[in-house]
C-alpha cells in the first residue's frame, strides 16, 4: 500500500506537532512538508510547501487568519485537506465545498477533532429533536481572538439543521443590550466567554418545562485527545469529494 503523503501547517504549533509526529510514527502515513511562519527552516507558507513537496493531504492547524487561504491554496492544486483551524463562516464553508468539488478532492473540517467532541454533536443533536429550546455557551482562553470557537459554531449549526431554537422573546423585542443575548448562530443563540485558565470548552443547554439537560465537552490540557482523530479524517479524506463537516460523520 502507498503511504499518504501529509504536510501539516502549523506544524510547530501546539496540536500540529503532536499530529505530525503521529504521521511520521505511522507506517501508512508519510510526512512530506510542514508550515511554520516561525521556523526559518521550514516553508513559510502552505503553497510553497506544496509545490516543492507534493502531497496528498493537508492538515491544517493554524488560526483564523489564515485558514481559509491555504484551504484554498491546497484544494487549487488538488490536494485533499483535514481542517482543525478554527475562524470559518457557513459562507466559507460553501466557498469550500465548491472549490473541493470543482476540483475533484474532499475536504474534512471538524471543530473539534477529539472523539468526545463528536460524541456532543451526535448527542445534542438527537436531543434537539425532543427538546424545543436550547443556547450554546463557548468557553475558551483570553487570548483567543476568534468567536465563537470551531467547536461551537459546528454544534449551533448542527443543531440548525434540526431547527432553530425556540426563542419566546425575539431578539428585535429585547429591552435592554440586546448583545447580552449573545450571537445568532444558524438560529442557535451562542454566548462565548475569553477568560484565562480555559482551553476550549463547549456547553449546550437544553430545556423544557420544568426540566434541562446539559451536555458539555472539556478539552484538556494536552492535544492528545486531537491526533487519533486528525489522523482517522487524513485517513478517510482521499477519495472524498466536496466538504463533509464534522468527525462524527466518520464515525460507524
Not at 501539516?8 to 501546539?14: D, E, L, N
Request: proline letters at 5%.
Amino acid at each position: 500500500m502507498t503511504a499518504i503523503r501529509v504536510c501539516v501547517a502549523g506544524i510547530t504549533g501546539w496540536t500540529g506537532r503532536a499530529v505530525a509526529e503521529a504521521v511520521a510514527a505511522a507506517d501508512d502515513l508519510e510526512l512530506v512538508a510542514g508550515v511554520s511562519r516561525s521556523d526559518p527552516e521550514g516553508h513559510s507558507s502552505v503553497a510553497e510547501a506544496l509545490d516543492a513537496a507534493p502531497a496528498d493531504v493537508l492538515v491544517d492547524y493554524t488560526h483564523a487568519a489564515v485558514v481559509k487561504d491555504n484551504v484554498l491554496a491546497a484544494l487549487g492544486r488538488s490536494v485533499a485537506v483535514v481542517v482543525g483551524s478554527s475562524g470559518l463562516s457557513a459562507a466559507d464553508y460553501d466557498e469550500i465545498d465548491a472549490e473541493a468539488r470543482e476540483h475533484g478532492v474532499g475536504v474534512i473540517a471538524a471543530g473539534n477533532f477529539s472523539l468526545t467532541a463528536a460524541l456532543l454533536l451526535r448527542f445534542a443533536a438527537e436531543a434537539a429533536r425532543y427538546l424545543p429550546a436550547w443556547e450554546v455557551i463557548d468557553y475558551s482562553s483570553a487570548s483567543k481572538p476568534d468567536a465563537p470557537s470551531g467547536t461551537a459554531r459546528e454544534l449551533a449549526e448542527r443543531l440548525g439543521s434540526i431547527g432553530p431554537a425556540a426563542m419566546p422573546v425575539p431578539l428585535d423585542a429585547v429591552h435592554g443590550a440586546r448583545e447580552a443575548r449573545g450571537a445568532s448562530i444558524a438560529g442557535t443563540q451562542v454566548h462565548s466567554l475569553r477568560l484565562p485558565s480555559f482551553t476550549v470548552s463547549t456547553e449546550v443547554v437544553f430545556a423544557a418545562e420544568g426540566e434541562r439537560l446539559s451536555l458539555r465537552h472539556d478539552a484538556g490540557e494536552s492535544p492528545a485527545p486531537y491526533v487519533a482523530g486528525t489522523l482517522l479524517a487524513i485517513r478517510a479524506v482521499p477519495g472524498r469529494v466536496g466538504l463533509t463537516r464534522g468527525l462524527d460523520r466518520l464515525l460507524g
